[in-house]
């Protein structure tokens, strides 16, 4: 008989290796027999998803605002397909430090709020990397860059994703990938039976 289903957040800045730890942490969890869902936000399957990165590709207050309430309606959506979703374990790519992305007065009231309002995962890990090496890791994955990553902001987005990640299980920014696989391995034989 299975157990019942754990629920992993992988959260952090852009470029932090969100997406490798979330593949690695499928591995680990498939490895042990286990059937994944893997869920990244903004989802491109998804409405909101396409409009929040759509956003993301432009500048200004007004298109971060949208892009962070477009990336909420889309959250919301992986939530009630997370109730259904028929796997051992399911893996959210962002939730709810996303809060970092907003304006420095409303980071806390809606991290409190949505964190009142929305479940908790049953994991949830905080990758913290340095702001230096998430902007290489964003310039060599090519491509358009989106209105928050520059320096400036992604110092302060990790600044304020530090400062709300009280209860996240933090990944610290000087592990090589083997390290963070061998972090993600005993949180996952610590979260589940075999």
Do not use: Q
Not at 61 to 86: E, H, Q, T
Not at 163 to 185: F, R
Request: proline share 3%; with cysteine.
């Amino acid at each position: 008989m299975r157990d019942v289903m754990t629920w992993y957040a992988v959260d952090g800045l852009d470029g932090s290796g969100k997406s490798t730890a979330a593949a690695a942490l499928r591995e680990i969890l498939e490895e042990r027999g286990r059937s994944v869902t893997l869920i990244s936000h903004p989802d491109p399957n998804t409405f909101s998803g396409r409009m929040s990165a759509k956003l993301l590709l432009k500048d200004g207050k007004p298109a971060r605002l949208f892009a962070a309430a477009f990336l909420l309606v889309d959250i919301l959506g992986s939530l009630k397909y997370k109730k259904n979703a028929g796997t051992d374990d399911i893996i959210f790519i962002r939730y709810t430090l996303s809060a970092a992305y907003l304006p420095d007065r409303f980071v806390k009231p809606v991290y409190n709020l949505v964190t009142c309002i929305l479940p908790s995962a049953d994991v949830s890990i905080y990758l913290d990397v340095d702001e230096t090496d998430a902007l290489s890791r964003i310039e060599c994955r090519g491509g358009k860059t989106e209105t928050f990553e520059n320096y400036e902001d992604m110092c302060n987005v990790r600044r304020k994703m530090r400062s709300i990640s009280h209860g996240w299980h933090i990944v610290d920014k000087d592990l090589d990938e083997e390290g963070v696989k061998e972090l993600l391995g005993k949180l996952v034989a610590s979260s589940i039976s075999d």
